[in-house]
């Protein structure tokens, strides 16, 4: 058994590998599930904090307190260096990450039966686009946050390589193959030579040919499906009397997962408040406020994302939107959907073209397209993606665990 563990620290859910010869690479971390959701409920009533899907529970059972996810989505801006406020108290984001990866680690060394100093995390190709300073301060904050609850040696390895370690421990022949990992935050490539005689180089670098990555994920596509399809309820597009446009930071506040809380400082409701008086729609407003008053932006995101993701299974889906004023069945296209996110996906699709480019590599010639992540099931976007390799063969991995167990492996190899 290997004595260091793969940590995937995902916007969305995150895991841990651990290499053992003949059993599952995943480590279980909560209720006998692979999978954490990551997210940290601060429960006022009960005077605890909750992780995961039992953090989800709490809060949408009701009770009073301050949720967080999309944690990782702070790495790498302005927000990491400042601070929130949990129960009256100023709580820094970097203890909250702590909080967080601490216990990941904690649930992972009790299912394990030993401690892991040792451990190799995942990270995006980009933690921040086109920006290599603010890129490298991401991956240094990770690093000092993971020292901070315990592991004494760590490594990074890119997420879409850890996928094609994963990928590769699988197949008996050499490919040429297009890692695609598209997660909560970021949608990462990596094209990659792999093979049962390759697997035991010490050294693979001549096998990477390129990566490539863009800051474009899931939590992106939540953004756009609820401001196409949700926010327009609440006023989003609407105008004063006066014929001025209501401001739309409300509306991206609600829509984007980190960001929910600004919807509910005091001065944002003093503002929507001295606004919903000269609202040329005033019941959507007052159905914005109302949203903003019981704090149910998180309820509202979990909603949207939930319609996403059925929306990769069906065509239509029915919207049960109960908790506004008044009740709302919305009904949601994945036409809809695809309009909604048509900017991204025409992104995503340029950055799998300059990545052949770079490896001067004709699209006919790569035989397989390994999809990963929890949002590769988005059908506007793998269509998009499998068009730019129109001869390979597509492969679906496990979207929520190929990171973490490819991580193992790599963490095997560093550190024995």
């Known amino acids: 058994m290997a004595n260091a563990c793969g940590v995937d620290f995902g916007t969305s859910n995150s895991t841990v590998g ?3 010869p003949g059993q599952p690479a995943l480590l279980a971390l909560e209720d006998g599930k692979a999978t954490l959701p990551s997210v940290v409920f601060f429960n006022a009533d009960e005077e605890e904090v909750r992780y995961g899907r039992a953090a989800l529970a709490d809060y949408l ?7 967080m996810r999309s944690l990782k989505s702070l790495l790498g801006t302005s927000l990491m260096d400042g601070q929130t406020e949990v ?7 970097r203890q909250l990450l702590g909080h967080f990866i601490g216990e990941v680690k904690r649930r992972a060394e009790r299912q394990a039966g030993r401690e892991f100093g040792s451990a190799v995390f995942g990270r995006p190709v980009f933690f921040v686009d086109d920006d290599p300073a603010a890129d490298r301060l991401a991956e240094d904050t990770l690093a000092e946050i993971a020292r901070s609850v315990g592991f004494r040696e760590i490594g990074f390895q890119y997420e879409p390589i850890a996928a094609a370690f994963d990928y590769e421990s699988r197949i008996d022949v050499e490919e040429l193959v297009l890692i695609a990992d598209i997660g909560g935050g970021t949608s990462d490539f990596s094209l990659v030579r792999l093979g049962p005689q390759r697997m035991a180089r010490p050294e693979r670098r001549d096998d990477l040919l390129a990566n490539g990555g863009v800051h474009i994920g899931g939590t992106d596509f939540d953004k756009y499906l609820s401001l196409a399809s949700v926010m327009p309820l609440l006023g989003y597009g609407s105008t004063l009397v006066s014929g001025a446009a209501i401001p739309s930071s409300y509306y991206f506040n609600l ?3 980190h ?3 600004q919807a509910y400082t005091r001065k944002s409701i003093a503002q929507l408040a001295e606004l919903a008086r000269d609202a040329a729609e005033p019941d959507k407003i007052k159905r914005l406020r109302r949203l903003i008053d019981e704090r149910a932006g998180h309820w509202l995101a979990m909603r949207v994302e939930e319609a996403k993701i059925a929306l990769s299974d069906t065509p239509e889906v029915a919207l049960a939107l109960d908790r506004l004023d008044p009740p709302e069945l919305l009904r949601v296209t994945r036409a809809g959907f695809a309009d909604a996110i048509g900017g991204l996906v025409d992104q995503v699709g340029a950055t799998v073209r300059r990545l052949l480019a770079d490896a001067g590599v004709a699209p006919e010639r790569v035989d397989t397209v390994f999809f990963t992540g929890g949002s590769s099931g988005v059908a506007a976007l793998r269509e998009r993606i499998a068009a730019s390799v129109p001869q390979a ?3 679906e991995g496990d979207l929520f665990g ?3 167990a490819g991580l193992a492996l790599d963490a095997a190899r560093r550190f024995g």
Request: aromatic share 14%; net charge positive; charged share 25%.
């Open 87 to 93: 129960a009256g108290r100023a709580l820094p984001f």
């Open 402 to 404: 190929s990171i973490g």
């Open 18 to 20: 651990w290499a053992r």
């Open 255 to 257: 829509a984007t997962w």
């Open 259 to 261: 960001t929910i809380n």
């Open 393 to 395: 063969r597509r492969v």
């Open 61 to 67: 059972e009701g009770y009073e307190g301050r949720l």
